[in-house]
């Protein structure tokens, strides 16, 4: 979960900025669709399926596994 990698102090506004993000994300990828279908079904297959892979590769290399630990033991760890 997101907040869980959020620090305290900034959790409520750094929430706000990630969800607009995601809303933006949401409508650049909806607005952009038509265009990339129009190139063809495999080029939007592997653009998506691109974006996924580096998703997942970040994810496994830079996020810490939080399950298990409460907010206050990965706020400590953090600092």
Known sequence: M???LLPLQVRGT???GVVFLNWGTNFLVSLMFP???AAG???VFELLAGFGMFAF???AKWLPETSKR???QLELERR
């Open 2 to 4: 997101l907040p869980e």
């Open 14 to 16: 750094a929430m706000g």
């Open 41 to 43: 079904p495999g080029t």
């Open 70 to 72: 409460s907010l206050e």
């Open 57 to 59: 590769i970040l994810t």
């Open 35 to 37: 265009v990339l279908l």
